[in-house]
């Protein structure tokens, strides 16, 4: 069975992590006697609507607050598919974080909120649109679009078809989604209508007559995995355990992994031996290959080495170490102009750093790429351009060309996405 890393991610308050939470629990991957707890506690603090949102947000801080703040990892097995589910924040503030959650993914669900006023909130100055943008500018070419909260509109037909003309027609003008790469499916996660069945309601039943929610999931066409390229993983996050063990946590973007195998932790350049694999959480393996999502525990090698934002490679290729790159960069609608001296915050793959842009070469036709402008005095929103950055301290980072996810990358200012863009080139390697 193929592994598919799903990212959800949509507008603060669309219900993610409560779609999320109700389709393990169908699926059987959360216990009543879990269920019935995380009811109670939801009941108690004034809460009971978030009781299948808090088997992904499980902090006090996330509960207290009532949204989701890191990406939630969730595992369930469809016809098709085993799914890595990655519960991406909403909220403005963590999309940082969701950005963590995209560079992993190979299709997303795009939650938005059917009901009037919630769905223009998350288009006019919310996360929709941004969301998409990002997905799309990771690699992500397959979404599902989650129209969700349809029982609050009386599951209307004619507000899921605004929506879908509204949204629909974003998606493929400003982030060049293919309409058949674009899956569009009615709920409500709330009242269980079309998650992992045929929806029961008659209001809906009456109009839709397309996949439920887990069918649309197997729908999706299986990823291309790069096992046979020399290994790649971003480490996302790292575990210490108290026997003085370190695990590198991430998804292997390339290559394979296996037991004893010898393997070079960047930046620090240091070599240790793959001691063992966890794959989904707590399965041990002795292998991995491009795709998977694992633990990596590393013996020979001081855990000061291993860090998120570094990247696990090959002994003999290792990946470049830099501060001075060349990007290919599309400013967001509602971007303020940039220019030569402009104060970024630059993410790629797990690693943030701040950057200034140095050079504008040149400005680009969006359509054909070919240059239009040499060395234009600054850059506006929507427009197409080769800049230079210089990051504060260098990053672990590949040329787009060699491997996606290490190449992507985006650039925000002042809590805002601004432009999204690939590295082009690595002008200068630090030794």
């Not at 707890?37 to 947000?57: H, I, P, V």
């Not at 997303?108 to 919310?126: I, N, P, Q, Y």
């Not at 809906?204 to 999931?217: E, I, P, R, T």
């Not at 787009?400 to 290490?406: F, N, V």
Request: hydrophobic fraction near 40%; proline fraction near 3%; charged fraction near 25%.
């Amino acid at each position: 069975m193929a592994q598919l890393n799903l990212a959800i991610v949509g507008h603060v308050d669309s219900g993610k992590s409560t779609l999320s939470g109700r389709l393990l629990h169908l699926l059987g991957r959360i216990s009543k006697k879990e269920m019935h707890k995380n009811e109670k506690e939801a009941k108690s603090q004034g809460k009971g609507s978030f009781a299948y949102a808090w088997a992904l947000d499980e902090s006090v801080e996330e509960r207290e607050r009532g949204i989701t703040m890191s990406v939630a990892v969730a595992y369930f097995d469809s016809k098709k598919y085993k799914v890595v589910v990655l519960d991406s924040p909403g909220h403005r503030d963590f999309v940082p974080n969701m950005i963590s959650g995209a560079t992993q993914a190979d299709a997303a669900v795009l939650v938005v909120d059917g009901s009037h006023g919630a769905f223009e909130a998350g288009m006019k100055g919310g996360q929709t649109k941004e969301h998409a943008q990002i997905i799309k500018s990771f690699g992500v070419k397959q979404i599902i679009v989650a129209v969700n909260k349809m029982d609050v509109v009386g599951y209307s037909k004619d507000r899921f078809d605004e929506i879908k003309h509204t949204l629909g027609t974003f998606l493929w003008r400003s982030c060049r989604f293919e309409d058949s790469s674009v899956c569009w499916v009615p709920l409500s996660a709330m009242e269980n209508q079309n998650l992992v069945s045929a929806p029961s309601d008659d209001r809906l039943l009456s109009w839709y007559g397309g996949l439920c929610f887990l069918d649309a999931v197997d729908s999706l066409q299986p990823p291309k995995r790069e096992s046979e390229k020399s290994l790649l993983m971003p480490i996302c996050d790292v575990i210490k355990s108290s026997k003085g063990q370190v695990s590198a946590c991430g998804k292997l973007q390339a290559g394979a992994l296996q037991n004893g195998l010898k393997v070079r932790v960047m930046p620090s350049g240091e070599l240790g031996t793959v001691r063992s694999l966890e794959r989904d959480g707590s399965q041990s393996c002795s292998t991995a290959t491009a795709g998977d999502n694992v633990a990596v525990t590393i013996q020979g090698i001081d855990d000061r080495h291993v860090m998120a934002g570094g990247v696990l490679c090959d002994p003999d290729v290792p990946v470049a170490f830099a501060k001075h790159l060349e990007l290919n960069v599309q400013l967001l609608d509602g971007a303020k102009p940039m220019l030569v001296g402009s104060q970024l915050e630059f993410h790629i793959h797990h690693a943030k750093e701040a950057a200034r842009v140095v050079k504008i070469a040149s400005l680009l036709d969006p359509k054909t790429l070919k240059v239009a402008k040499r060395s234009p005095r600054c850059l506006l929103a929507k427009q197409v351009a080769v800049i230079e950055v210089v990051l504060q301290g260098p990053v672990c980072v590949v040329e787009y060309s060699k491997c996606r996810a290490l190449g992507n990358v985006s650039l925000r200012a002042l809590g805002n996405t601004v432009a999204l863009g690939k590295v082009t080139g690595i002008i200068e390697k630090q030794k």
